[in-house]
């Protein structure tokens, strides 16, 4: 059973940053790219950040471009967004995804993070 367990996250001030954590269970990191995405209040669920399966490449959406990485321990299991310079953009809810097959996506439970300015 695959399960994506998502910690880190909070209130952090403008600014600053917060590292997001997924630790994922009953899948292999290296099998799959592994993506980030987020939901603000009213929107549409977005995504934020992806690496590949290899490890080699990762991808951004423009508005995290050059504050977000993602990076990922393959002894841990864990994927990581380590969010820097949050902006009054950035506060959301994100959630850890990984999809398997075509219409098999597995999400992380979503974890909070806002801002404050």
């Known amino acids: 059973q695959v399960q994506l367990v998502q910690s880190g996250g909070g209130l952090v001030q403008a600014g600053g940053s917060l590292r997001l954590s997924c630790a994922a269970s009953?899948?292999?990191?290296?099998?799959?790219?592994m993506n980030w995405f987020r939901q603000a209040p009213g929107k549409e669920r977005e995504f934020v950040a992806s690496i590949t399966r290899s490890g080699t490449t990762t991808y951004y959406a423009d508005s995290v471009k050059g504050r977000f990485t993602i990076s990922r321990d393959m002894a841990k299991n864990t994927v990581y967004l380590q969010m820097n310079s949050l902006q009054p953009a950035d506060p959301a809810v994100y959630y850890c995804?990984?999809?398997?097959?075509?219409?098999?996506?597995?999400w992380g439970q979503g974890t909070q993070v806002t801002v404050s300015f």
């Open positions: 009953g899948l292999t990191l290296g099998t799959y790219n």
């Open positions: 995804h990984a999809r398997i097959a075509v219409g098999i996506d597995y």
